[in-house]
């Protein structure tokens, strides 16, 4: 039997203006973002020493970035356009600072939870009044167009993806934001959303991310990929709401309870059981905690769900061969041996 290949670790970069002579800082900033993402055309727009730091993850077709930044400008105009050609469409996420964007048809204002796909082979202009922190996915425009086919959305197209968002839109940004963490953490293994969730390889990460922007930016929500990412989200951001059930989590989603049961049953689980792995998860998670220690042990049974201190007590020992209690204080026994 042939052995598989080892999987290909993803490339990544990091870059900061730290350090950088004040006056070299804009030329340095525009240099790595040609390379590493977006060639842009960047100019300040105060007398301040602009500050700027980016992490940038490779994958086969998908590029993702943390981009920290003071107030400036960006622009890809025609003309530099021509002379600096991605073929690429961006999906821009706004998590801090206000932003505009002037293209050919008018001008969007943008807010942190909101994010923003354009073509960025069409000219445009970005402004940030002030320090702004975003994440930035990019896509191969022949990939993007395989993916949505001609039910794609006309560019560009604006999506929430805060608290208002759908969970598939939230499970997109959450999938960029935890990707680029991992890099940022040392963590290359492998990315997953919590200490106590299953390990995702890199290639699951793209794949996720691709079946999550069919779901979001398409007509029909068709990627399993993209649907089980969703409805996980979902799941861990209600896991403190005791009447969490399939049918809720499938009514979120989008689809019927009998798909979703289905597309779980394919990934080996159920959804009932990864509700019960979650909250088992954050509760073993908090009874470790230093900060958490005066919290009692049924509180934070309750904060995750469990109906009763007895069931927590219950299903907590049948999982880790101890009882909560005895968890929380063989942890503060390490921590005091550390």
Not at 171 to 180: F, G, I, Q, W, Y
Not at 225 to 236: F, T, V, W
Not at 277 to 304: M, T, W, Y
Request: charged share 25%.
């Amino acid at each position: 039997m042939n052995e598989q290949a080892p999987q290909q670790q993803p490339k990544f970069l990091r870059f900061s203006t730290r350090g950088i002579v004040p006056d070299n800082r804009v030329q340095m900033w525009e240099g790595h973002n040609a390379k590493a993402l977006i060639p842009l055309d960047i100019r300040t727009i105060d007398d301040r020493p602009m500050q700027a730091s980016e992490t940038n993850l490779y994958l086969p077709s998908v590029r993702m970035a943390s981009v920290f930044g003071t107030s400036q400008i960006v622009e890809r105009s025609e003309s530099f356009i021509a002379d600096n050609p991605t073929g690429v469409v961006a999906i821009f996420f706004a998590t801090e600072g206000d932003a505009f964007f002037f293209h050919r048809a008018g001008n969007i204002s943008l807010r942190p939870g909101q994010a923003i796909v354009y073509d960025a082979d069409r000219p445009f202009v970005r402004g940030f009044n002030h320090r702004f922190r975003e994440l930035v996915l990019t896509i191969p425009k022949q990939r993007y167009r395989e993916i949505l086919g001609p039910k794609g959305p006309e560019l560009p197209a604006v999506f929430e993806f805060g608290a208002t968002g759908n969970p598939g839109e939230q499970a997109l940004a959450r999938l960029v934001k935890e990707s680029l963490a991992r890099i940022e953490g040392g963590q290359l293994q492998h990315i997953d959303y919590s200490d106590y969730s299953e390990p995702k390889p890199w290639s699951g990460i793209e794949d996720e991310a691709i079946g999550l922007i069919r779901n979001v930016l398409g007509e029909d929500a068709s990627s399993e990929e993209g649907l089980i990412s969703a409805a996980k989200n979902h799941i861990e951001l209600n896991i403190g709401d005791r009447e969490l059930s399939p049918g809720q989590v499938a009514a979120a989603v989008g689809i019927s309870e009998r798909q979703l049961s289905r597309i779980f049953a394919d990934a080996g689980t159920t959804v009932g059981r990864y509700v019960l792995n979650q909250r088992l998860g954050f509760a073993k998670s908090a009874l470790s905690a230093p900060e958490q220690d005066l919290i009692s042990v049924g509180e934070i049974g309750q904060r995750f769900g469990f109906a009763s201190q007895s069931h927590f007590g219950r299903t907590f020992r049948e999982r880790f061969e101890m009882t909560p209690l005895q968890w929380r204080k063989e942890a503060q026994r390490q921590r005091l041996q550390d």
